[in-house]
């Protein structure tokens, strides 16, 4: 089992994301993959999940 290393930019982007009302289920999904095995199987692709991150960390202020 893996851990995840949350950086403080990373703490607030996610609650950003929380507080607009963003759906991190889904999010919440990959992690706990990513967690367990240390990878994510070939159904998830990952420009979906590279365009969820991109919109949750890129938005502005």
Excluded at 35 to 57: F, W
């Amino acid at each position: 089992m893996y851990t995840v290393l949350r950086s403080t930019a990373f703490k607030r982007a996610f609650k950003r994301c929380v507080k607009r009302g963003l759906d991190v289920s889904e999010f919440e999904n990959v992690v706990n993959l990513l967690r367990e095995t240390g990878s994510l199987p070939k159904k998830i692709q990952t420009a979906q999940i590279k365009l969820q991150i991109q919109l949750c960390m890129g938005m502005s202020y």
